[in-house]
């Protein structure tokens, strides 16, 4: 089976290092893929957005299953595309369609969606230009820690919590009438805060069945103790303590079967992953957001930790089949820690050669901002990589990540030296 995976990051790496175990997969192609997929499949310089380039590729390369990574090509309709093409409708593309994929790509779509379909999650109102005064009003309503979202795709920074009323509301407007986050936030979602401890829960589903992942509980803030600025992610840990098989068991009666079948009410045929983000508040989930797609870093702990066959659970959901598949888990702790460039998640540059890779024991280095030049790879992104251990306990799986950051070197290296810290 020839296989196509849409993406750059350290989730794209992930994904191509598990398929590529599969006996099933013939040829792996990333596109564009870094420098870590480059080892283990082929890299094609096509943007995961160009649908047209896609096409081409997939139809010369005789590809018989396209896997769709980050959340753009999915919003911008990527199946769609595959599906109203005569030559390649009968192609699955493991990742929603675009009415599934508003899921995440509007924050109010959303969060009508878990109401209507009777998911727990935190009272909401949105907001644009003509109601701006009656989101000022609706903040004068709430306690705080105040939440505000940007509607759409802000990659990853669309979401402020704010502790000062005035500052709220002037974030509020900088939001809708400064387009403070571009279109995505001429909508802004405003909705209380929720207490609790947040995890993720991950699905993978055929639209009728599905298969619960490991969870796993990241880290956005660039500082130690979880302060400074919000980044795509600084490292993971799976599987949450805290999520106990009764909690799981809570989260799959009250979250995952209300949504499976609330897509189904509304005539969406979902097929792919379906990442909830999740607040644990007393025992009892909250969801605070979906998104369409496998979290990152997130991806590079649960994946390691699926024994079972990706590909074969990937056509389980093409022909859904997934209920028929086997799925099994490693139960050990996995553990991974986001080196980054110096300066993110402000400016940083690129460019910057890397070295230490031979000296890796103990873990997977799973590439997210990487470019091979001649031979020798250099940083190409924010994140940079991700460093994975396996462990008896967090403790134990995090001594290994940590040695191995040590081993990596290029100018301005940073990384996180506490992940896990609530957790330990």
Not at 303 to 329: C, M, W, Y
Request: net charge negative; glycine share 10%.
């Amino acid at each position: 089976m020839n296989v196509l995976i849409l993406g750059s990051g350290g989730r794209e790496h992930a994904f191509a290092w598990k398929l590529a175990q599969s006996p099933k997969l013939t040829k792996l192609f990333i596109a564009p893929g870094n420098a870590g997929t480059s080892e283990i499949g082929t890299n094609v310089n096509i943007s995961a957005t160009d649908f047209e380039a896609i096409k081409k590729f997939v139809l010369e390369n005789k590809v018989n299953m396209v896997v769709v990574g980050p959340e753009d090509p999915l919003v911008k309709g990527v199946h769609d595309y595959f599906l109203a093409d005569a030559q390649l409708k009968n192609i699955p593309v493991i990742g929603p369609q675009k009415d599934g994929a508003q899921l995440e790509g509007s924050k109010e779509f959303s969060k009508k969606f878990m109401v209507k379909h009777g998911v727990p999650t935190a009272k909401y109102q949105s907001f644009t230009k003509t109601n701006l005064t009656e989101g000022f009003a609706f903040l004068e309503t709430l306690q705080p820690p105040f939440v505000l979202k940007a509607d759409g795709l802000a990659a990853g920074k669309g979401v402020l919590i704010l502790n000062d009323l005035a500052e709220a509301k002037k974030e509020l407007s900088l939001m809708i009438e400064d387009q403070k986050f571009g279109a995505a936030s001429s909508t802004v979602v405003i909705e209380e805060f929720l207490k609790g401890i947040e995890l993720s829960v991950f699905v993978l589903t055929d639209g009728n069945s599905y298969k619960i992942l490991p969870s796993a509980k990241d880290y956005k803030r660039i500082g130690e103790g979880d302060t400074g600025l919000n980044t795509g992610g600084m490292g993971a840990i799976s599987p949450v303590p805290f999520a106990t098989a009764d909690f799981i068991k809570k989260v799959e009666e009250q979250v995952v079967i209300p949504t499976i079948n609330g897509l189904k009410k509304e005539g969406i045929n979902y097929k792919g992953f379906i990442f909830i983000g999740l607040m644990n508040d007393n025992g009892n989930p909250s969801v605070v957001e979906y998104n369409v797609r496998m979290g990152d870093p997130e991806t590079e702990v649960v994946i390691p930790r699926i024994k079972s066959d990706l590909l074969d659970l990937f056509e389980g959901v093409a022909n859904q089949t997934l209920h028929e598949k086997s799925f099994e888990v490693d139960e050990r702790t996995a553990t991974t820690v986001m080196l980054v460039s110096g300066g993110y998640p402000e400016d940083f540059e690129k460019g910057k050669i890397m070295t230490g890779f031979e000296q890796v024991e103990n873990s997977i280095a799973f590439h997210a901002g990487t470019k091979q030049e001649g031979s020798t790879i250099v940083t190409n992104g924010g994140r940079v990589l991700a460093l994975t251990s396996f462990g008896t306990d967090i403790k134990d799986a995090l001594s290994k990540s940590f040695a191995n950051a040590e081993k990596i070197n290029y100018y301005k290296k940073y990384y996180r030296k506490d992940i896990g810290f609530d957790l330990i």
